[in-house]
C-alpha cells in the first residue's frame, strides 16, 4: 500500500470531520472557541484518530460509523497536549511547529481550551452509531477511564514526580503505560468496537494497542535526544534538561532502538487473528512509526 498516500488522505477525511464537530471560531466565547481551533488545527499527525479508523477497518466496518470515535481521541489528546505544554506542567513555547496555545492566548485561555476540548469529545461520542455489541455507554466508558485518573491522567502524575529522581525500568514502564499508551491503545479499541468486533478480535487489537503504544513513547524518546526542534515540531532535548524518565535515560540509546523493534514485533504479532489483507493498515502503521523521524 501507498502509505504516504493513505495517511494523507486519512487526514483529509478526519480534518474535515473534526471541523463539523467542532463550534465555528464566531461561536461565542470567540476567544475560546479560537484557541480550541487553533491546537487542533496546528498540524498534529493525526496518528490516533488514524490508528482507530485502520482498526475499524481490521474489522471489517466502516470509517463513518469509526470517524466520531476517531475525532472524540483527538480532542482528548490534544487537550492533553495544551495542558501539558502549560508553565505549570512542562513549560513548553512550541508544539507543533507553531508557539504553544498558552504563548497565543494566555494561561487562562488555554486551561480552559483544554477543558472544552476535553468535555467536547464526550459530546462527540454521545452521537456515535452504536455497535450491536458495544452501546454508547461502553465507548463513553472505554474514553473516560483511558483518559482519566487511572490512565492518561495518572500516568502525568507519575511522569512529574518522577523528574529528577532515579527511576526503575517497572516505573517507567508505568509511566509509558499510562501517559501514551493508553490512549493509543483506547483509540483503537474504539475503532475495532465500532465495527462490532467479536471479543477474539477485540483482544488482538487491545495486545496491538498495547504494545504499539509503547513502541511509540519509546521511539517519542529516542527523537527527543536525537533530532531537531525543527524536525519534531517542539522543542527537542527536553527531557535531559528536565531530567524527565525516559528509555534512553535508563537504558541507553541502542537499548531502547532495541526495545523499540521488540515492541513493534510484539504487536505485529498480536494481528495474527486477521485474515490476510484485513489488517494490511495496521501492520503498515506499525512499521512507519518505528521508522518515523518527528
Ligand atoms: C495533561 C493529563 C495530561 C496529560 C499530558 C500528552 C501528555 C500527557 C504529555 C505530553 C508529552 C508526551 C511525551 C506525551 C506522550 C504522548 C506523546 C508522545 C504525545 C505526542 O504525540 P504525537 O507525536 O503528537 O502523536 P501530534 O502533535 O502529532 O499529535
Redesign the pocket.
Known amino acids: 500500500m501507498n502509505l504516504k498516500k493513505y495517511l494523507r488522505a486519512r487526514q483529509k477525511v478526519i480534518d474535515r470531520a473534526l471541523d463539523r464537530y467542532l463550534p465555528k471560531t464566531s461561536t461565542k466565547p470567540v476567544t475560546l472557541h479560537k484557541a480550541m481551533r487553533y491546537s487542533l488545527f496546528?498540524?498534529?499527525?493525526?496518528?490516533?484518530p488514524i490508528l482507530c479508523l485502520a482498526a475499524a477497518e481490521a474489522c471489517r466496518g466502516n470509517v463513518d460509523t469509526a470517524l466520531p470515535l476517531a475525532c472524540a481521541v483527538?480532542c482528548i489528546?490534544?487537550?492533553?497536549?495544551v495542558?501539558?505544554d502549560l508553565p505549570s506542567?512542562?513549560n513548553d513555547d512550541f508544539?507543533?511547529g507553531r508557539p504553544t496555545c498558552h504563548k497565543v492566548f494566555g494561561d487562562g485561555i488555554a486551561v480552559l481550551a483544554?477543558d472544552a476540548l476535553l468535555t467536547i469529545a464526550f459530546e462527540i461520542v454521545s452521537n456515535a452509531k452504536p455497535a450491536l455489541r458495544y452501546d454508547i455507554s461502553i465507548l463513553l466508558r472505554e474514553i473516560a477511564v483511558a483518559?482519566g485518573s487511572r490512565k492518561?491522567?495518572a500516568?502525568?502524575v507519575a511522569?512529574l514526580e518522577a523528574e529528577g529522581k532515579r527511576v526503575k525500568r517497572d516505573q517507567l514502564r508505568f509511566i509509558h503505560e499510562n501517559?501514551?499508551a493508553a490512549m493509543l491503545k483506547s483509540s483503537m479499541r474504539l475503532g475495532a468496537m465500532s465495527a462490532n468486533a467479536d471479543a477474539r478480535k477485540l483482544s488482538a487489537i487491545t495486545q496491538f494497542g498495547e504494545q504499539l503504544g509503547l513502541a511509540?513513547?519509546v521511539i517519542?524518546d529516542i527523537l527527543d535526544v536525537t533530532q531537531t526542534s525543527e524536525i519534531l515540531?517542539?522543542s527537542a532535548g527536553k527531557d535531559v534538561a528536565a531530567k524527565k524518565a525516559t528509555y534512553p535515560a535508563v537504558i541507553g540509546l541502542e537499548k531502547s532502538r532495541g526495545e523499540a523493534r521488540r515492541l513493534t514485533r510484539q504487536a505485529h504479532d498480536a494481528l495474527s487473528v486477521f485474515q490476510e489483507g484485513d489488517a494490511e493498515a495496521l501492520h503498515a502503521l506499525a512499521n512507519y512509526l518505528l521508522e518515523r523521524e518527528?
Open positions: 496546528a498540524g498534529g499527525k493525526r496518528l490516533r483527538e489528546h490534544t487537550y492533553s497536549l495542558h501539558d506542567m512542562d508544539r507543533r483544554g483518559a492518561l491522567i500516568g502525568q511522569d501517559k501514551t511509540f513513547q517519542d515540531g517542539k518527528y
